[in-house]
């Protein structure tokens, strides 16, 4: 079984700062995906950042980098320089390999303050 | 604009109603999902197609019943429901699997459902 820990309900950041939303994982599987996506009061779930359990390096997607430390299992999501716009809920979520199911952490609300 | 399209945003039924939720992708993944989300809630799986055969039923009542006609189309038909049904219902739509791909899933922007 996968299991996804947001232990973080809600964070504010101030605007042009970084901020770091955490994420810890178990799961038995040998090989997974490790996935943040953003959603936006609208309700749209956007995808923004993938991380492979082989993966040696860390992935960045522009302002967004994933801090993958695979011995504790965890998976933050770091967001540079803030933006108004960056306000959001943000879910971290594992898929196996080979499997069709994609399991969601409870999710850290962000805000940003100007 | 999201690659997967949902219909309707909105719906509003009564618990004798029968509707339907439709969504609809064109990416040629083979993989398609409905998701429930309860406001500030993580979206929770109900059902998984891989290759137009369900895969997944996570214990889903019987008044929700999906259908995928082909490899592009995903329904999600709605008999006799609850008030506590009443949620965002979200489609997504990804490759099978994660080998050689990041096999990220893609979301519809939902359907927002209301029992009266």
């Known amino acids: 079984a996968q299991k996804i820990t947001q232990t973080q309900p809600g964070m504010f950041v101030q605007e042009k700062e970084a901020v770091t939303l955490d994420c810890t994982y178990d799961?038995?599987?040998?090989?997974?995906?490790l996935f943040w996506y953003k959603q936006p009061s609208s309700g749209e779930m956007i995808f923004l950042i993938y991380?492979?359990?082989?993966?040696?390096q860390n992935a960045t997607e522009g302002r967004y980098s994933l801090n993958f430390q695979k011995a504790r299992k965890s998976a933050n999501l770091v967001i540079s320089a803030s933006q108004l716009g960056d306000s959001a809920m943000y879910f971290c979520?594992?898929?196996?390999?080979?499997?069709?199911?994609?399991?969601f952490g409870a999710g850290t609300i962000l805000r940003v303050k100007s | 604009d999201t690659e997967v399209t949902q219909t309707p945003k909105h719906l509003v039924m009564g618990m004798t109603n029968k509707k339907s939720l439709k969504c609809e992708q064109h990416m040629g993944h083979r993989a398609m999902y409905w998701y429930k989300q309860k406001a500030k809630k993580p979206p929770e799986l109900m059902f998984v197609?891989?290759?137009?055969?369900?895969?997944i039923n996570e214990s889903v009542p019987s008044r929700f019943s999906p259908e995928c006609p082909n490899s592009s189309l995903l329904n999600l038909h709605l008999h006799a429901l609850q008030p506590e049904d009443s949620a965002l219902y979200l489609c997504?739509?990804?490759?099978?699997?994660?080998?050689?791909?990041?096999?990220?899933?893609?979301f519809g922007e939902g359907s927002r459902l209301t029992v009266l």
């Open positions: 997504a739509s990804s490759q099978v699997s994660l080998a050689g791909n990041t096999g990220e899933l893609f």
């Open positions: 799961t038995s599987d040998p090989s997974y995906g």
């Open positions: 991380q492979g359990s082989y993966d040696q």
């Open positions: 197609y891989s290759y137009e055969k369900l895969s």
């Open positions: 979520a594992m898929r196996a390999l080979n499997g069709n199911k994609l399991v």
